[in-house]
């Protein structure tokens, strides 16, 4: 993997970045905690300005990733010989024939290059729990209860536990990745051995890492994740507490939300058939995200049609059950097979 | 809120319990597919199974088309005239699929809707107060309008979904029309402020007959 790039500043600057994310969350998860069982606020002006810097830090390591991401795109094209290059262009030239959807001919003058979004891998991670930690600012800015700012931070400081021990994307950036293209790196391959990787790793190319799709369909997810866990937030308040602006804000989250999922799932109908054919409907995760999907519109319909006061338990518990179909959906690709899957 | 025992309340729970359904359909489709090893079929193993799913959410998806079909012009109609349209929609859509075939006679309910819900966009466009809606603002009404058209033609697209051309276009529209639709509703005030025309009242400040959206 380090053969292909020098990995090693990346690294020596992501370190101790994630370890500052992680500090900063282990206070604020002191601050957040004191504040939910205290009566009266505590620490809020020092608990904002670590909000605020984690953001920074987050933004940080996010240039970071997309200077790798950078590199990636000028030291790794697929380079062919031209007389490889001749003979390739041939076979997908007849290939696009019979296709649906064609790949471009390969281009002597100009080799393709990676051009991969920044939430692929353990970077997914980051972006989500970025979105969120942004999301957290703006609710706190908004509200000032501090046992709901309590709580915004609990759930940062998990979010930040769970990227620290188990996805830190600057400890080993983009393993599947290297892995997939290191043998094409390899100086022992012969010509038409080298031809056959190609025509592995260009439909991935083309059809996954350089998608347009791919640059908005992750993302649109990953933001209405932050909003969702928002929305999950104060509906558990609003179990407890039915205060008419904790509603309100877990209202406001969750139309911007369910406005960025709809998008985000829509887009992703073209990119699935483009990259995989009609074989990919009543995919175990496309089952989950049109029930998650329907959670959230129940969730929406009731706030907007039944927005009176003995409904509220019943669209908090809606709120809550939208978050639990969410991990529930995000896990799937972790737990059922499939073109999502990430076993 | 509907009231129990109104048009809109059992259009309401219908629309639900058929939603919860299709979710338990989907729940389950996923522990099957896991359990088969459906991803260790063949390509025609997996289209069989695709086959098979299709047959089982059909109905379900019958119903909601139905459903959709009454929904629809119950922002033109009063309730008298709407259990009036319903049966006759339904009884041309049993005639016609009886003498052309299922598909076609769904495509009489997908049709009427989409006419009556173009018609209700229009209308909505141009401002008209006799439209039935739960929210009075300008723009959450072309939003309803907007996000209501796009289900009916999202509907409609599956129902083309095996002429690819075809079907990718009016996926497009759909999407153009569903989020624009979900903005024009959601963000009702700042588009009027934005455009420096007031909503006539709030979105938040519901009234009227309600409905189920």
């Known amino acids: ?343 | 809120m509907a009231k129990k025992g109104s048009y809109d309340f059992y259009l309401i729970l219908a629309t639900t319990v058929v939603l919860a359904l299709i979710s338990l359909i989907c729940v389950w489709a996923m522990f099957y597919f896991k359990m088969a090893g459906i991803h260790l079929l063949a390509a025609a193993g997996k289209a069989a199974w695709q086959e098979r799913m299709n047959t089982i959410i059909s109905p379900f998806i019958v119903a909601l088309l139905v459903l959709l079909g009454i929904c629809v012009p119950k922002r033109l109609l009063p309730v008298r005239w709407l259990n009036r349209f319903a049966v006759v929609l339904l009884i041309a859509a049993l005639a016609v699929g009886w003498w052309f075939g299922v598909r076609v006679g769904l495509l009489v309910i997908l049709g009427a809707a989409l006419l009556l819900q173009s018609a209700v966009l229009v209308l909505a466009l141009a401002g008209q107060d006799f439209l039935s809606f739960v929210k009075k603002g300008y723009w959450v009404r072309v939003g309803s309008s907007l996000v209501h058209l796009g289900l009916v033609l999202f509907v409609l697209d599956l129902y083309f979904h095996r002429m690819p051309t075809l079907h990718l276009l009016l996926f497009w529209v759909t999407t153009a029309t569903t989020v624009s639709g979900m903005i024009c509703c959601f963000y009702a005030d700042s588009i009027a402020r934005l455009l420096g025309r007031e909503d006539r009242e709030s979105a938040e400040q519901s009234g009227g007959r309600k409905d189920k959206g």
């Open chain 1, 1 to 343: 993997m380090t053969d292909l790039i020098d990995l090693h500043l990346f690294q020596e600057l992501g370190r101790p970045l994630m370890l500052a994310l992680l500090v900063l969350g282990g206070l604020l998860f002191l601050v957040g905690l004191v504040n939910i069982f205290r009566p009266e606020p505590w620490r809020q002006k020092e608990a904002w300005w670590g909000l605020v810097l984690i953001n920074l830090l987050f933004f940080l390591g996010f240039a970071l990733i997309a200077w790798l991401h950078w590199r990636i795109n000028r030291e790794l094209p697929l380079e062919l010989s031209d007389q490889l290059a001749a003979w390739l262009n041939r076979q997908l030239a007849a290939a696009n024939q019979s296709a649906a959807y064609g790949m471009p001919l390969y281009d002597p003058a100009s080799p393709p290059r990676y051009v991969i979004p920044l939430w692929i891998e353990n970077e997914k991670y980051y972006f989500w729990f970025m979105g969120y930690a942004f999301l957290a600012l703006l609710a706190w800015r908004r509200l000032a209860l501090h046992r709901f700012r309590g709580g915004l931070l609990l759930l940062l400081t998990c979010q930040l536990g769970l990227l620290f021990f188990l996805a830190d994307p600057f400890a080993e950036p983009l393993p599947r990745f290297f892995s997939e293209i290191s043998p094409w790196f390899s100086d022992q391959l012969a010509p038409m051995a080298r031809i056959g990787l190609f025509m592995k790793l260009y439909p991935r190319m083309i059809f996954y890492y350089n998608a347009h799709y791919m640059w908005l369909h992750p993302p649109l997810l990953f933001m209405a994740y932050g909003c969702i866990t928002i929305t999950f937030l104060t509906s558990l308040f609003m179990l407890v507490r039915r205060q008419p602006e904790i509603e309100r804000l877990g209202y406001d989250a969750a139309k911007f939300g369910y406005l960025l999922l709809t998008f985000g799932m829509l887009l992703g109908y073209p990119w699935a058939l483009q990259a995989w054919g009609p074989n990919w409907w009543w995919d175990p995760k496309i089952c989950s995200s049109i029930m998650m999907w329907a959670i959230y519109s129940t969730y929406l319909h009731t706030r907007l049609y039944a927005n009176k006061v003995p409904m509220w338990y019943f669209s908090s518990f809606l709120g809550i059950l939208c978050f639990a179909a969410m991990i529930f959906t995000f896990l799937a690709s972790f737990l059922f097979p499939g073109e999502h899957t990430f076993q």
